[in-house]
């Protein structure tokens, strides 16, 4: 009897496997043969003609005769970079936010709840557009721009903010990567301890006269005023600004529930033993509770990490150009629509399977190992 529901069920699912294969192969035929029928060209031929696509800002180097692959890069590396920034942001202020609300001061207590359920309760997008609203109505124009601090300057134009800028050999940057590639090698191959030791001094080695033989100039760029607008330092559009500090805005709130959570789930016991080995409640969090809280907060902190990157396509509602807008375009110019929509699923996917990834791997690295 066990044998024959083994049996039926192996049947049922392979006819079931073969049924959405051929529902599938039977789609992508039909939609090839109109798209031929229409004479729309398919294929992915068209990722090497120039794009002829203006990208208002990039993270990279970028001119509008680039082919379709680099200003799919371009904009893919906005999408990081943006996605970056905000899960760092987010994650900092989310700890402070959610370890305050749980403070015994009533106003701190209260200032963060408000601030976690504004954010909790508004729709992104709304925030956005009403952040991107408030550049031209509350900020002087440049020539009249605020100065809150020494070489950052804010005007409807957005901020200017002081870069650090170093200029390093490229020969220099070849050895310390092969020292850091060695490094790991030696670090994951923890079972052959006499090589392990033997790469490891090698790395050390390599990365050593990496950064003797590297003629580094480190410098500070200061923003200066001339004529009608900055010159020098690092500016952050309105667009770039909206959406770093609004999806900041938001994800925090949530960050800070999961965090509030995290420190809720540790016993008070914990908190008793600190106290008895005269800790302070500063040391107590950070050397007790925080560690502990981490088995707890991994798992729902990374789909917060994960919504951040997909939230990062509302860029395309203040006009900062990520990678779902500059795809958008791309799809326009070349009418290439089945593999734009297959390259954006796919890059979306890779970037939240990798971010995932990474989290799994360090919620395993903290687990408890029961023996």
Not at 191 to 217: H, I, K, T
Not at 261 to 283: C, H, N, P, Y
Request: include cysteine; glycine fraction near 8%.
């Amino acid at each position: 009897m066990l044998s024959d529901a083994r049996t039926r069920s192996i049947v049922i699912q392979c006819t079931l496997v073969a049924a959405v294969v051929a529902a599938a192969a039977l789609l992508v035929s039909n939609t090839f043969a109109n798209l031929q029928a229409r004479g729309i060209p398919v294929g992915f031929d068209f990722l090497t003609m120039p794009s002829r696509v203006v990208i208002s800002e990039a993270i990279l180097s970028y001119k509008s005769r680039d082919p379709y692959y680099w200003a799919i890069a371009v904009g893919l590396a906005n999408t990081i970079f943006i996605s970056a920034l905000v899960i760092v942001f987010s994650s900092v202020l989310g700890l402070i936010v959610g370890v305050t609300r749980l403070s015994s001061n009533p106003l701190a207590a209260g200032t963060c709840r408000v601030w976690v359920e504004i954010a909790r309760n508004s729709p992104p997008i709304v925030l956005l557009i009403f952040l991107y609203s408030l550049w031209w109505k509350v900020l002087p124009p440049v020539g009249e721009a605020l100065n809150p601090l020494p070489g950052v300057f804010a005007s409807m134009r957005g901020f200017v903010v002081p870069a650090i800028r170093f200029e390093i050999d490229s020969a220099a940057v070849g050895l310390i990567l092969a020292a850091l590639l060695l490094g790991a090698v030696a670090w994951r191959a923890s079972s052959l301890q006499p090589f392990r030791s033997g790469m490891a001094w090698g790395a050390v080695a390599l990365l050593l006269l990496g950064l003797w033989s590297a003629d580094v100039a480190l410098f500070v760029d200061w923003p200066v005023f001339t004529g009608s607008n900055f010159r020098g330092g690092l500016e952050l559009t309105p667009e770039l600004s909206t959406i770093l500090i609004g999806l900041t805005i938001y994800t925090t709130g949530f960050i800070a529930e999961i965090v509030r959570g995290g420190v809720l789930s540790v016993g008070s016991g914990q908190w008793d033993a600190g106290r008895s080995l005269g800790l302070s409640r500063a040391k107590i969090l950070r050397l007790i509770v925080i560690p502990q809280m981490l088995r707890v907060i991994i798992p729902p902190l990374n789909s917060q990490y994960i919504n951040v990157v997909k939230n990062s396509t509302l860029a395309i509602a203040v006009g900062y150009p990520d990678f779902l807008a500059v795809m958008n375009t791309i799809i326009s110019k070349s009418s290439h629509s089945i593999e734009g929509v297959f390259i954006i699923l796919g890059i979306y996917l890779a970037l939240n399977l990798t971010l995932s990834s990474a989290a799994n791997w360090y919620n395993r690295r903290i687990a408890i190992v029961e023996r």
